[in-house]
């Protein structure tokens, strides 16, 4: 084994869990979150050498990991709009009877329709809130941490925080009013 | 009054269940990572990275391989465009010389030299008239 690699599986190890749960809180599913931590590390792998000691090790890592979460986001979103245009166009699209892991009980979040709505509502805000708030709901991450992985100040974080956290809520109040 | 006193519990109902719904991300307990994720990723990383795999370092070789032919090929077409305009610069100014010679011997033909047409016309009819005198 090249001292590469050996370097490069204790770096998983110690940044495997953080890592899934980041990937998770944004896509509320284990199988996708694991599949996006292998993307991750992957990409890791890749450009490691291409790492410039500017910012720490971890928060490079999160910041690859945040920003293939909110990719994975905008691909699903994308899928979801080009299906739907499929379906008023009238092209059946066979994929779209195949139940996502989302709709599976046992994989989903709490295997409640909260879930559902809280993350269409997530879905909602801008990346850079719904960054800095699934961030600051997540372990681990301080403040400090979460302005690094946004390449932002302290404040800004808790300025996006507070916005993102009205937003949802504003949010949420009007869907569940509408019920 | 008694609208609002009707309202009330309506809104706070609501106002409980956007509270529960914000408390599924609190709620939200660590994942544990799956004994095989390493496993998978590290297997990944072979295949990705390893001799076999198109990152590998023939794989790099061909790049710059290509790069250097790419480069080769920019300066070639470079070079050829220059030769090129140089050349039509010299057809140019060749036709330049060869439009003012034209030009020259076409002076010679102009209007302002007609007159030595008239006279030489001229003059072969004086030729004639002196013949015809006695």
């Known amino acids: 084994m090249t001292s590469k690699e050996e370097s490069f599986r204790n770096l998983v190890a110690e940044h495997q869990e953080m890592v899934i749960n980041t990937c998770y809180r944004f896509v509320f599913n284990l199988e996708d979150a694991e599949d996006l931590a292998q993307d991750v590390f992957i990409e890791v792998y890749r450009s490691l050498e291409q790492f410039r000691e500017e910012a720490k090790l971890s928060t490079w890592i999160y910041r690859i990991a945040v920003t293939k979460s909110l990719d994975h986001l905008r691909r699903l979103k994308r899928k979801k709009r080009f299906s739907s245009l499929k379906r008023i166009i009238g092209i059946e699209d066979p994929s779209a009877d195949i139940a996502s892991p989302q709709d599976n009980p046992a994989e989903a979040l709490v295997g409640n329709e909260q879930a559902t709505i809280l993350q269409e509502a997530l879905g909602t805000l801008p990346d850079s809130q719904k960054t800095a708030f699934l961030l600051s709901k997540q372990e681990g991450f301080s403040n400090q941490e979460i302005a690094d992985i946004l390449k932002t100040s302290v404040s800004a974080v808790e300025s996006l925080v507070h916005r993102a956290k009205k937003n949802l809520h504003d949010k949420l109040y009007a869907y569940y009013k509408q019920q | ?134």
């Open chain 2, 1 to 134: 009054m008694k609208q609002e006193f009707i309202m009330k519990p309506h809104n706070d109902n609501i106002e409980a269940q956007v509270a529960k719904t914000m408390e599924l991300l609190d709620e939200m307990k660590p994942l544990k990572v799956n004994h095989f994720f390493r496993v998978r990723l590290m297997q990944r990383v072979e295949k990705e990275f390893g001799p076999d795999s198109k990152h590998s370092d023939s794989f790099a070789e061909n790049r710059f391989t290509l790069r250097l032919a790419f480069f080769t090929l920019l300066i070639i077409i470079n070079i050829g465009a220059a030769v090129l305009s140089v050349q039509q610069n010299n057809r140019r100014t060749t036709s330049g010389i060869s439009e003012m010679l034209d030009k020259l011997s076409d002076d010679y033909t102009g209007h302002e030299f007609a007159y030595y047409d008239k006279s030489a016309a001229y003059t072969s009819d004086t030729g004639s008239h002196e013949t015809q005198a006695p």
